[in-house]
């Protein structure tokens, strides 16, 4: 027998097996994957109504998208645990592993970790919401985003502002609410009347509908 009728022996026995395999379990992982692939889909349509439905509540938006995200997050483990034992694998040795895996990882990565950690304080406790003026370590803008990782504020000339959350909890926070103070500077001419110009400036910014009556 010479090596080509050794190795078309070989291939015959690995498509048997795999043919074997097929029949078996085929229909089984097929299915297994179908209803994983749905299952990502409902996980994704669930958390953005639970989301949808907590803003509906008049509950702050940066609180219902993480509330949306912590179901999307739960019901994507359920999913993952169903799906695991439709192919007959045991989870206990893979839980055992992910909480070994989650300590070593947790020493290793500890900065980012405490920025998640400041970043649930912030949503929880709501010091500030998106669309407040905040001034916080000498950085002044409008709250545009809470993550858990970061604040994303916008500053006076439009630029992005992205602070870690590690660096605003236990902060003096100066939160002007949705209202601010704007200071600027107009030169006039040496002969106009300044008190004309001071009128028709004031009846400018009264016509503006997004300017307050009163500080």
């Known amino acids: 027998m010479n090596d080509l ?3 078309l022996d ?3 026995t690995i498509i ?3 043919t074997e395999f097929a029949v078996a379990y085929g229909f089984q992982i097929l299915g297994s994957l179908i209803i994983f692939l749905i299952g990502l889909k409902l996980t994704s349509w669930a958390g953005a109504k639970t989301a949808q439905f907590a803003l509906n509540r008049n509950i702050d938006q940066t609180l219902s998208v993480f509330i949306g995200n912590v ?4 019901l994507l483990a359920m999913l993952v645990i169903i799906t695991l034992g439709n192919f007959g694998i045991s989870i206990a040795p893979l839980i055992a592993l992910a909480g070994a895996s989650a300590f070593g990882l947790t020493l290793a990565i500890q900065g980012p970790l405490s920025n998640y950690g400041a970043g649930l304080a912030i949503i929880l406790t709501r010091p500030f919401i998106v669309g407040d003026t905040i001034t916080v370590r000498r950085v002044s803008g409008v709250v545009e ?3 858990l990782a970061a604040t994303v504020l916008t500053g006076e000339d ?3 502002i992205t602070i870690p959350n590690k660096e605003i909890v236990g902060q003096i926070i100066v939160n002007s609410f949705d209202q601010r103070v704007v200071e600027t500077r107009i030169a006039i001419a040496a002969d106009t009347q300044i008190d004309a110009a001071v009128a ?5 910014i009264a ?5 307050c009556d009163e500080p």
């Open 145 to 147: 985003e809470i993550t």
């Open 10 to 12: 070989t291939a015959g």
């Open 200 to 204: 028709s400036l004031r009846d400018m």
């Open 16 to 18: 048997d097996k795999v």
């Open 207 to 211: 016509a503006q509908i997004n300017v």
């Open 158 to 160: 439009r630029e992005k």
């Open 5 to 7: 009728e050794i190795n």
């Open 71 to 74: 179901m999307r997050i739960l």
